[in-house]
């Protein structure tokens, strides 16, 4: 292999560029923002050209949105398929985010865009409207009286902890958990919670 067929850091060029790509969109996106991630930055952080970044995505904007597809695409796997938990304690796992966890990208992305036509701003619909569903399905395996109401409560009070998590830089997790407790119990009848 001739140095011209090799990248900045000795890697071949081409193979892998599109996951180098997304690999340092996730990183900067999340890190900075999506506006204030030019794609000059995100090359350089991928070690591709231009020209290869474009093959591999024709705009910025469908870098974002594949970003988002690929964020959670099981919907909350570590939550919802847990065998080892009741659906009660799977709902308020929900609740229980490491503090690794990035916060909510949708949210972020949905904020920063204003566009409800971008292809971003419609995963970020469906992928809400997925965990919504989520925990009315898993409300339901609890014995809620009304799934639906509790589920729609439940995916409110992730996003407003995501949110408030975000703006003050401080997790308001443990607080919404409090709350969510609250509402499960009052939602699924004693009988059930057995």
């Known amino acids: 292999m001739t140095e011209l067929e090799k990248g900045p850091l000795g890697q071949r060029r081409g193979r892998g560029a599109r996951e180098r790509i997304i690999g ?8 900075q923002g999506i506006n204030r991630t030019g794609m000059d930055q995100l090359c350089a952080a991928a070690q591709v050209s ?6 591999h995505f024709a705009n910025k904007d469908e870098l974002v949105a594949e970003y988002l597809r690929r964020f959670d695409p099981d919907v ?10 009741t659906p009660r304690e799977r709902l308020l ?16 992305a949905s904020v920063e865009l204003h ?6 701003s419609e995963y970020a619909r469906e992928y809400k409207t997925a965990i919504a569903a989520r925990l009315t399905e898993t409300a339901r395996e609890a014995g809620a009286t009304n799934p639906e109401q509790l589920g729609e409560q439940l995916a409110l009070l992730i996003d407003g902890a995501s949110a ?14 409090a709350i969510a407790v609250v509402l499960i119990d009052n939602a699924i009848p004693a009988a059930a919670q057995r």
């Not at 231009?50 to 093959?55: E, F, H, L």
């Not at 796992?93 to 949708?106: K, S, V």
């Open 50 to 55: 231009k020209r290869t970044a474009y093959q």
């Open 24 to 31: 340092a969109s996730q990183q900067l996106f999340r890190d």
């Open 93 to 108: 796992a929900a609740f229980a985010m490491p503090e690794t966890t990035p916060l909510c990208p949708y949210i972020a």
């Open 76 to 85: 909350m796997p570590g939550v919802f398929d847990r065998p080892d938990l």
């Open 164 to 177: 408030r998590t975000r703006v003050l830089n401080s997790d308001s997790f443990p607080t919404a958990a």
């Open 115 to 120: 566009d409800p036509e971008h292809p971003a």
